[in-house]
């Protein structure tokens, strides 16, 4: 987007052709390919949801091996206020909170920190809170931890703003054509602007052209005048 902008901006200053069609055009581009994004969203939501669960699954089972993935899944459940993609019971792929008899983590059967609901009261966070969560009855576990999974969370919240988000993509998209107007009338401009100075430098090359003429002929009758005398 840097190269883009760039460009439309050197482009107008420089009254570059190449430079602003290379910004009118791949900007057009870039409407297109987010107005196709948004149409493919809509159309293939329930692909979208099951890769949404695909992923949050595969990064529960890596919650421990990667600090990156684990810090993403923690951000996740802590902001949709949720945990795992459909229910805590998702946590029973990871090999240190699934409730197997084999599993003999401290952390079996239970959930990590970020599915806890969150005191008010307290200033320091308790990584324990989740532990033993799962064995508790389901009743007891709301009071505990969220029971809801991020995908229908995801889903609600982008219920409750579709407005919001609607707006956002639609302003995207005026700027962007905006953007390719000015560029486009800019360059008209500076067109007509060459055009009307190289018609005025024509003119005063005419005008000089005849003025030199008519001293050259003025300055041949004086002679011819002279000759004469």
Sequence with gaps: MFILGFAGCIGALRENTFLLKFFSVFLGIIFFLELTAGVLAFVFKDWIKDQLY?????????????????????????????????????????????????????????????????????????TQCGYDARQKPEVDQQIVIYTKGCVPQFEKWLQDNLTIVAGIFIGIALLQLGERYWGRRSHQESAETRKTTWGFLSDLQEFQSHLLQVGVESEQKERHQGCKI
């Design 54 to 126: 695909f992923f949050i699954n595969n990064n529960i089972r890596a919650y421990r091996d990667d600090i990156d993935l684990q810090n993403l899944i923690d951000f996740t459940q802590e902001y949709w206020q949720c945990c795992g993609a459909f229910g805590a019971d998702d946590w029973n792929l990871n090999i240190y909170f699934n409730c197997t008899d084999s599993n003999a983590s401290r952390e079996r059967c239970g959930v990590p920190f970020s599915c806890c609901t969150k005191d008010p009261a307290e200033d320091v966070i308790n």
